[in-house]
């Protein structure tokens, strides 16, 4: 269920996604160029992916429901309100916190966050506005939202502190900008041959 939205939310917004992308690829190439900047290819893949995130973000949570959800201000009413294991279970509660986990992630790794205070306040705040815009535009405001987001935003937060760790502790040869640039182009390339059906996971 989580895997449909995600493609149905591509097929909508590649448009968008596209013409975005070349105007940050170029004006990024540009300011390297102008201010005689390295380009560090892993770094660049990062930017780029945390652009699409954000726009795919966006597009999905602005697009109008089909039913008009109203108003929850109960913490964890619609929470319970889904049986574990259904369709709705997994796209209402586990997609709420999926969605939210590379936010979490390149929130940490721009902001270089070392609290998780620090992040449940971002990711608070932001998921906060999400829902209010929300109940502006024909969709509904709830507060288990907000909840589940936040546990993705400190997921993310948890999981780029561990890789980093771990990072630190790996050899020297394996930490500097070579190694992670061809890590880089491999996950390029899964993510190509996984977007073009070439590669199916799960």
């Known amino acids: ?60 949570v602005t697009i109008r429901d089909v039913e008009f959800g109203g108003v929850n201000w109960m913490p964890f009413r619609e929470i319970l309100r889904y049986d574990f294991g259904t369709d709705l279970f997994y796209r209402q ?26 992040i449940f306040f971002i990711t608070f705040i932001t ?4 829902e209010v815009v929300q109940r502006f535009i024909g969709r509904s405001f709830d507060v288990d939202d907000i909840i589940l987001n936040v546990v993705g935003g400190i997921i993310g937060f948890l999981l780029f502190i561990g890789l980093d760790a771990i990072r630190k502790k790996l050899p020297k040869i394996l930490q500097n900008d070579l190694f992670y640039n061809i890590l880089a182009i491999i996950l390029l390339i899964l993510i190509v041959l996984y977007l073009f059906g070439t590669v199916r996971i799960g």
Do not use: C
């Open 1 to 60: 269920m989580v895997k449909s939205t995600f493609f149905d939310i591509i097929d909508t917004a590649w448009p968008t996604l596209v013409i975005f992308l070349i105007v940050i690829i170029l004006l990024r190439i540009m300011y390297l160029k102008q201010n005689k900047k390295k380009f560090v290819f892993h770094e660049e893949l990062i930017l780029l992916l945390f652009v699409t995130y954000i726009l795919l973000l966006f597009e999905l």
């Open 93 to 118: 509660v586990i997609g709420n916190i999926i969605l939210f986990i590379p936010f979490g992630y390149f929130a940490t790794y721009y902001s270089k966050l070392t609290k998780i205070r620090q």
């Open 127 to 130: 998921s906060t506005t999400i």
